[in-house]
């Protein structure tokens, strides 16, 4: 059966409000009837002492006493007998018997010096009473007592009124906890409610939703986690549909840079086989087509290189190296491709700069970006420095090319990206990995990359590595 939240709340709000005031006044209605019969009981003792007391100091007036205390004793509802030894009475303004009935136990009790104290009595005056039984000793002598009594009613009756008093509490104390039960609980009902509609939108893929929170209470906390998860959610799939993109675009992008070469090498091969290249131009064809050939390799060989690195499953073998004489290397590497352009590359390193990194990786990071700096530079220089710091090597790579604007800094590391995007007539680089895989291999080593640029004027390429344990 499927109760509501606002029933639950307020059903278990009211419950534990009724139990605990039933508690309360059944234990306080007990409190206070002890109360009132221990005070009556006090009392009717203390004038029975006080009224033997005066017996035993006014031997020659006692019936005169006797008859004031009667009246004074009548006005307060209280009934008086003196009897003897034997139980006969001797004086009473309330009884019309001619002996006490007591039984044997509370004449053992009374000739002892004992008290009796009796809350409630009914059967032996004919009426409830709370009556009290006090000895009287004259010489160390037994020689009777008193009894005093009172009848009930006026206790039960403000024992009555108090527990109509706090019936009438407990209705009202219910009614004002049920008025702030209710306003609880629909104030409760109404967050968990914009709670499961804001469930039910992320359900339908709606990762906008935020609900308004607050952390007072434990609901408020929910809100917040609620929040925080469809934030979580919202940046997942943000990332999963730019990953998908990036699938597309990776597959547009292989497939029009195989297209390409194969295109070629098959308008070769079929013009071979048909004869429809001369003689004079069938070398110029195989040394294109071999061309085209190696160019399909490097672009597998890049991804595969690319994969490798993006899934962890290289080994870097780091090690000291002596930057100068690597960077000397790759000057001369690079030297006619540097000419080609009217560039001049230039090593700026002192002699005992190290660098503690994977010397093969290091090697393909730094002729990537140099060979880069060339393609994008005209009749300027690409310079090579390195710097030593407490905690590790900066190596930059400065050139004087064409430059970059800031909003494609961010796009260079991107899979396939070209700074020039017509892939037929871009003349520089090929299959734009050679970054993103630049970046992959900086991380791995545990080091940045940061790019500085300005239109017209150059770049700077900035590599920190960490220094070794």
Do not use: C
């Not at 709340?9 to 002890?34: G, K, R, T």
């Not at 007391?53 to 007036?61: L, T, V, W």
């Not at 919202?234 to 297209?259: G, K």
């Amino acid at each position: 059966m499927r109760v509501k939240y606002f029933y639950q709340q307020l059903f278990s709000h009211i419950s534990v409000i009724v139990i605990a005031f039933l508690i309360l006044s059944l234990m306080f209605s007990h409190f206070i009837e002890q109360f009132v019969y221990n005070n009556k009981t006090e009392e009717l003792a203390n004038y029975g002492k006080a009224l033997l007391r005066d017996i035993d100091q006014e031997q020659g007036s006692s019936r005169t006493l006797l008859k004031s205390y009667g009246h004074v004793l009548e006005g307060r509802d209280i009934q008086y007998s003196l009897f003897d030894e034997k139980s006969a009475i001797i004086y009473s303004t309330g009884l019309k018997t001619p002996l006490i009935e007591l039984n044997a136990e509370e004449w053992a009790e009374l000739q002892s010096g004992k008290a009796i104290y009796v809350k409630q009595e009914y059967k032996r005056f004919g009426q409830a009473v709370t009556y009290v039984l006090l000895p009287y000793f004259h010489y160390n002598q037994f020689v009777g007592g008193v009894l005093l009594t009172s009848p009930i009613k006026g206790s039960r009756e403000a024992i009555s009124q108090l527990n109509q008093f706090l019936i009438y509490t407990t209705i009202i104390a219910v009614s004002i906890a049920l008025l702030i039960s209710g306003i609880l609980s629909t104030l409760h009902g109404r967050r968990l409610k914009r709670l499961r509609a804001a469930t039910a939108n992320v359900a339908k893929g709606d990762y906008s939703v935020r609900i308004k929170a607050a952390n007072f209470d434990e609901i408020g906390e929910l809100a917040n986690d609620f929040n925080s998860m469809v934030e979580k959610l919202e940046a997942s799939a943000e990332e999963i549909e730019s990953l998908e993109n990036r699938r597309r675009q990776f597959m547009a992008d292989v497939s029009h840079e195989l297209r390409t070469p194969l295109t070629t090498i098959r308008g070769i091969i079929e013009g071979l086989r048909n004869d429809m290249i001369s003689e004079s131009e069938k070398e110029r064809g195989l040394q294109l087509a071999s061309n085209e050939t190696m160019r399909l390799i490097r672009l597998v060989n890049e991804n595969l290189d690319y994969e490798k690195i993006r899934s962890n499953q290289i080994t870097l073998v780091k090690q000291d190296i002596q930057l100068r004489e690597l960077m000397e290397i790759i000057q001369d590497q690079l030297h006619d491709a540097a000419a080609d352009h009217g560039n001049q590359v230039i090593v700026d390193v002192q002699e005992n700069t190290m660098v503690y990194a994977d010397y093969d990786r290091l090697t393909q990071i730094l002729i990537n970006i140099t060979k880069n700096s060339i393609q994008f530079t005209e009749n300027g220089f690409i310079r090579l420095t390195g710097n030593q710091t407490d905690n590790g090597t900066i190596i930059e790579i400065e050139d004087t090319g064409i430059g970059m604007d800031p909003d494609i800094i961010e796009k260079i590391w991107g899979r396939f990206y070209k700074a020039i995007d017509s892939r037929t007539t871009n003349p520089y680089g090929e299959f734009g990995l050679g970054l993103s895989i630049v970046k992959q291999l900086v991380t791995l080593h545990g080091g940045t990359i940061t790019v500085d640029s300005v239109i017209d004027e150059g770049t700077t390429f900035s590599i920190w590595l960490p220094k070794g344990l």
